[in-house]
């Protein structure tokens, strides 16, 4: 009689089938683990970029930038928050700068854009940050954001739902 070691076809074959059902058992929490991370992260960029379009604003009142006749004070392109503006006050200073960079939308999903704009495409830095947010301008209505002059606010372009069953948008 001969006795070989190792596993038979139906111990593999069950081997396998347990784990399969552990993997799709674990894959919902894991999913949703990732999206409260990436809703967290969307908190924190949205925090992150009101509070630099509100420290621009306080910068304009103090006249420490230079405003056209008719601006509102808020930046006229997220971009701005990045690169700078001259400081008035101090025109030998370097430029006031309110971020160090724009963080992008990490709810922004391929096709919001209207375009052929792949999640690689973001990763890959092909999507400026700066495209993947919604802008409101100060003169547009609050349950009606569009775009304008300046950027007043930003909110995400992601139509879907929170885990908590609020709108992405109205965050």
């Known amino acids: 009689m001969r006795h070989t070691r190792g596993f038979t076809y139906i111990e593999m074959l069950v081997a396998l089938a347990l784990v399969a059902l552990v993997a799709a058992l674990a894959?919902?929490?894991?999913?949703?683990?990732?999206?409260?991370?990436d809703e967290r992260t969307l908190r924190v960029a949205l925090r992150e970029i009101r509070s630099a379009i509100d420290a621009y604003k306080r910068a304009s009142e103090?006249?420490?930038?230079?405003?056209?006749?008719?601006?509102?004070?808020?930046?006229?392109?997220?971009?701005?928050?990045?690169?700078?503006?001259?400081?008035?006050?101090?025109?030998?200073e370097p430029r006031i700068v309110f971020l160090r960079r724009l963080p992008p939308d990490p709810l922004f999903r391929p096709g919001?854009?209207?375009?052929?704009?792949?999640v690689g495409d973001l990763a890959r830095g092909r999507v400026p940050p700066e495209q993947t947010w919604g802008l409101r301008s100060f003169t547009s209505p609050p349950d009606a954001p569009a775009p304008g002059r300046d950027v007043f606010d930003v909110y995400s372009l992601n139509p879907g739902l929170a885990l908590d069953g609020s709108r992405y948008r109205d965050w």
């Open 112 to 118: 919001l854009l209207g375009g052929s704009e792949s």
């Open 62 to 92: 103090e006249g420490r930038i230079t405003l056209e006749t008719g601006e509102s004070g808020y930046p006229r392109r997220l971009a701005d928050l990045v690169t700078g503006v001259a400081d008035a006050s101090k025109p030998d």
């Open 27 to 37: 894959a919902p929490t894991v999913q949703q683990a990732r999206r409260r991370e």
